[in-house]
């Protein structure tokens, strides 16, 4: 079974242009999480759905960033405009909420490595 | 800020020697989980904890919650070369959702041979 799957893996872009990036989460998992990662800040939790809806996106940096949803096999995060300081991996991550509303393991994909110049 | 502390944020180890770290949180958690990622890689889950004071085991790997359930330990003994990684300890926070872990910012370990 396939995992969870980003792309691209690598995106390098010069400060300004639009970005998007893309997750096919776990056939099943009905939970789809946000994250970034870079030395300074560690990873972050940027927004996370639940059966496509966003439940919390407080992490969501500012109004440049956006997320959706718009079915259960398909996420993107986009970038408008970029800016240098956004540079960083950014990875998806699936699971399953469980009955009673426990939530089960977090699945990460491979990452996407982001460079705004 | 972090909210949850892990320490130390580097440990050097020999190969066969063996060490801890430790995961540190201001608030009660409901769970705490513990993820190794290697060296330009992603996050993979090891295990997940939820009870007060509970340990587990996998193999060379040690996991125990506090019995106030506040902190968490990852202890591993006789290391080995492919324990080198970053670990994350990560928790969910009683006054969060459910889906708001909140992670460590990690301990990165080198292994000599």
């Known amino acids: 079974d396939a995992g969870v799957i980003q792309s691209p893996r690598h995106e390098v872009t010069e400060m300004g242009q639009e970005v998007t990036l893309r997750c096919k989460p776990i056939s099943g998992h009905n939970s789809l999480f946000w994250y970034r990662q870079t030395m300074m800040r560690g990873l972050e939790l940027l927004i996370y759905?639940?059966?496509?809806?966003?439940?919390?996106d407080s992490g969501m940096p500012e109004d440049r960033f956006s997320a959706k949803m718009p079915n259960a096999s398909f996420s993107t995060l986009k970038i408008q405009p970029s800016e240098p300081r956004d540079s960083a991996v950014y990875f998806c991550?699936?699971?399953?909420?469980?009955?009673?509303?426990?939530?089960?393991?977090?699945?990460f994909g491979p990452g996407t490595r982001l460079t705004v110049l | 800020g972090q909210q949850v502390m892990q320490i130390p944020q580097y440990q050097h180890v020999q190969e066969g020697e063996d060490f801890t770290t430790y995961c540190n949180s201001s608030t009660t958690l409901s769970n705490i989980q513990w993820y190794k990622q290697r060296p330009g890689g992603h996050p993979v889950f090891l295990i997940q904890l939820v009870k007060s004071g509970e340990v587990k085991k996998q193999k060379r790997l040690t996991f125990q919650f506090g019995e106030a359930k506040k902190n968490s330990s990852l202890h591993i003994t006789a290391t080995q070369t492919t324990d080198v990684g970053t670990y994350f300890c990560a928790g969910l926070r009683t006054t969060d959702s459910w889906g708001k872990l909140q992670f460590g910012a990690g301990t990165q370990v080198v292994v000599t041979p």
């Open positions: 759905f639940n059966n496509n809806v966003p439940i919390d």
């Open positions: 991550a699936s699971s399953r909420v469980m009955a009673g509303g426990g939530q089960d393991t977090q699945y």
